[in-house]
C-alpha cells in the first residue's frame, strides 16, 4: 500500500492493530498452502530395491519401480495428491528416433502401471518429451543441421502420450515446447478412447539455466548437444508471450497449464491467472531446490520455514498447485 494513502489518517488506521495477536492474523490471512496443492517429482530407474542420490540435488533419491510402488503408499497416506513421473533412461535404449519413448514395455510405462496398482487414488502425471530418450538429449528429433523439428517431433510425441495414456496415467504432461502437440494428442486420445485423459501443458515453459540439476538427475546434461533449448523453449525476458502460448494450448484442449521455473517467473504465474483464469499449476525446479538445499546445509536459511514461505509464494501469485521437490516434507511440516 502506497504511504500516501495512510499519509494523515494515521492514527485511526494502524496496519498493525490486525497484526498483533494470532486470532486476527489467522482470520486476515488471504492465502493458505495445503497438502492439496502439492506434485512431487519423482525419478525412476531400471532394477529391484535400488536407490541413487541426486549429487545436484541433496535429498533426492531416483527409484527403481518396486521402492517406487511404496512410495506412492507413503504419499497418499500423508495427502499429496498427485506425482509427476520421469524415467532415467540407460544408453542403450537412446537413440536418434527416441523410439523407446512409446515402448508400452518402457521404464515410463510400467512404472506407471505400478504406482495404479500400488496407489490407485494417487494421480499419476507423465511426462510427454524426447529427452530421455534421444542420444542428444534434446526433446525433439534433430534434423542434419542441428534443428530441432517440430512436426516429426510431434508425431512421436502422440504415440509417446498414447502409450502413457494405456499404461493408466491420469494426467500427460507434455514438456517439450513443441508447436500444436496439445491439438495433436487430445485428438488422439479422443480417438483411442481416453477421453478423460487430462492434459497438463507445460505452455510457458522458459529456456532456462535452472534446470541444470534435473538434467544431472536424468543423466542427460553430458551428453546435451546443440547449445541449449531456446529454439523451442522461451525467451526468459518475455510474458506476453507466455500468455499467447497459453491460450493457445487451452485452444488446443489444454485442460491445465504450468509455468515452469517458477519462483524467477510468479509474474508470469499471475498474469497467466489474472488473464486466463484456468487451473494454473507452476514448477519449482531442480535448480530452485538445490539453491535453497545449499543454503540450508550453510545454516544460512532456516529450512522448515523457508520451505512453507517459497511454496505460499505460489499461492498467493495465483497457482493452484505446486510441483516441488519438497512435497514430501512440506506435507509432513503441514501435517505439524
Ligand atoms: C525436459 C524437462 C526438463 C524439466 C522437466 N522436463 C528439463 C529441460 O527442459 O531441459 C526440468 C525440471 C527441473 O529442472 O526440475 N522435458
Redesign the pocket.
Known sequence: MSSNLFRGAYPNTRPRRLRAHDFSRRLMRENQLTTDDLIL?LFVIEGRGETQKVASMPGVERLTVDLLAQKAVELVNLGIPAVAL?PVVDAAHKSDDARAAFDADGLAQRAVRALKDAAPELGVIT?V?L?PFTSHGQ?GLMDERGYIVNDDTVEVLVQQALSHAAAGADVVAP??MMDGRIGAIRTALEREGHVNTQIMS?AA?YASA??G???DALG?AGNLKGAN?ASY?MDPANSDEALHECAQDLQEGADMIMV??GMPYLDVVRRVKEELRVPTFA?Q???E?AMHCAAFENGWLNREAVILESLLGFKRAGSDGVLT?FAEEAARLLQR
Open positions: 517429482p520421469f511426462d518429451a529427452d526433446d514438456s517439450d507445460y515453459k535452472y534446470y540439476p534435473f538434467r542427460t533449448k523453449q515452469k521455473p514448477y525446479v531442480s535448480g531446490y521437490y
